[in-house]
């Protein structure tokens, strides 16, 4: 593959069929034991220091992110990944945009610990309940006649007879907190009990409109005795509030949102989920289980815990639905909140590992289709001259292939950015066509520099040394047709 008649013609080899190149060296004997290796071990990553204690997978993630010469910088390393990606992070002070790039690799927060499986999983929830709150109202709609039939089971049963009776149900209290449009209080359905026994516990209101909806509750089902007479009232009230549900819900996304992801910091156990109507209520309706905001919250606990025979599903869809929620929230069978992987993407680190050991391995014959590739992978990042001029690498091609000598590499740094964006327009880095010629542009000087094997064209061209009168679209032509 590598060694061919030229730099440019052993970059074509392989680009042409990059994938099959990659597929290739994942499957070699020596990298695919150490894809194991890391696939096995990285989720057992949790903390800066287990990452370190384990050499195997911190050399696998140092070089996932092409900074292998720099593997024996524990002290360096410790810093840039302890610091993270912001701005008072250690790798922000860096020039070289590969710290920021390892950096990003692993989340690390608090004392270099990762964060809990359900706070890296939060954006994503709250991007899918937001893409599908608009059928929200719908979904409350389908249910409205069921919800109704549970109240009127649980009112006109045996042993319902009091006020009491209505505190001391589940299934009666929630339907009623929620017909008064109270239902954000079931995530504080204690204090609400006690309040109505009159023990004088404190709720945490939402607003004052909120307040006075309780109030009115109160007043109206706060009977010391005698039968509950009020089901066709909060029967009526339940109907009106399950027709503007969808509004409501759209008109408040932003806000039940914030208060989701702020929620999440809080959420160290099952019960602290079920307890918390602004995290709880946003994650069921985000994977459409609407209808288990007001289901038994220990069949509920019991499910994501493990069991979730503890739920009646009514459809595979539902099943799928559930388990989808339950992999978001991630607790273990004793309720409590299962820890992230200090590596953010193990698959993403792999996929780095293979892309650079193959670099890497076809560097050692042809340092310049090294560079090229990774250019290629990298262009992509360039936002500013800056950020050519802080990586050698990309420093490197971009002097070759504009004839840009070595040696302003130790001039001024603002007048090496202005040199580099006289010859091109950082707006191509985005496009790979432009990216590619570029590339091919590096190859092709870098083979008249270096005398390439194929340079008998050079011989048209004053015997072979007129190499400042070469043409760069002539030779582009002439290797294309080659190639």
């Known amino acids: 593959m590598v060694g061919l008649q030229s730099s440019y013609l052993n970059y074509q080899v392989v680009v042409r069929d990059l994938d099959k190149a990659l597929s290739r060296k994942a499957a070699e004997p020596v990298v695919a034991r150490e894809i194991a290796r890391f696939t096995e071990g990285a989720s057992g990553i949790q903390s800066v220091n287990d990452l370190f204690d384990d050499i195997g997978i911190y050399n696998f993630a140092v070089r996932a992110y092409g900074m292998e010469e720099l593997v024996g910088s524990y002290a360096l390393l410790r810093k840039v990944i302890s610091g993270g990606t912001g ?27 990762a964060p809990s499986a359900l706070y890296v999983s939060g954006d994503g929830v709250a991007q899918r309940y937001r893409d599908g709150i608009k059928g929200a109202g719908d979904r409350a709609l389908a249910r409205l006649d069921e919800d109704i039939a549970a ?49 004088g516990a404190k709720i945490d209101f939402q607003d004052a409109t909120e307040s006075w909806n309780f109030d009115q509750f109160r007043l109206k089902f706060g009977v010391s005795g005698g039968k509950v007479n009020y089901q066709d009232t909060v029967i009526a009230k339940y109907r009106e509030a399950a ?22 910091s809080g959420i160290a156990t099952v019960d602290d989920l079920l307890k918390n109507w602004e995290v709880l209520s946003v994650g069921l309706r985000a994977y ?154 590096f190859l092709l000087m870098a083979d008249v520099e270096e005398g390439a094997a194929n340079a008998p064209i050079l011989t048209l061209f004053n015997g072979g040394t007129g190499l400042a009168d070469l043409s760069y679209d002539l030779l582009y032509a002439y290797h294309s047709g080659k190639s």
């Open 288 to 441: 459409d289980l609407d209808r288990f905001i007001l289901s038994d919250k220990d069949a509920l606990a019991a499910a994501l815990k493990g069991d979730t025979r503890a739920i009646d599903f009514r459809s595979d869809e539902e099943r799928e639905n559930f388990l989808a929620f339950k992999s978001a929230f991630a607790f273990d069978a004793k309720g409590n909140t299962v820890m992230a992987s200090l590596v953010r993407d193990i698959d993403e680190a792999v996929k780095g590992y293979v892309r650079h050991t193959l670099e890497i391995d076809l560097g050692k014959e042809d340092t310049n289709v090294r560079l090229a590739l990774n250019f290629q992978r990298r262009a992509g990042e360039i936002t500013s001259a800056y950020d050519i001029l802080a990586d050698e690498g990309l420093a490197t091609v971009v002097r070759t292939a504009f004839g840009i000598p070595s040696e302003t590499a130790t001039a001024d740094i603002d007048a090496q950015a202005r040199m580099i964006l006289s010859r091109i327009n950082i707006e191509d880095f985005q496009d790979p066509e432009k990216v590619e010629k570029l590339i091919a542009r």
């Open 243 to 264: 027709y503007s549900v969808g509004t409501q819900l759209t008109e408040s996304v932003d806000e039940h949102v914030s208060d989701f992801l702020t929620g999440l």
């Open 87 to 113: 701005e008072g992070g250690y790798a922000a002070r860096l020039s070289d945009g590969r710290y920021l790039d390892l950096a990003s690799a692993f989340l690390v927060v608090g004392e270099g610990v």
């Open 151 to 199: 109240y009127e089971q649980a009112v006109n049963g045996s042993g319902f007879y009091s006020f009491s009776d209505l505190v001391a149900n589940d299934t009666a209290l929630i339907f009623s907190l929620k017909a008064y449009g109270l239902e954000r209080l079931v995530g504080q359905i204690d204090e609400v009990r006690e309040t109505l026994k009159g023990a």
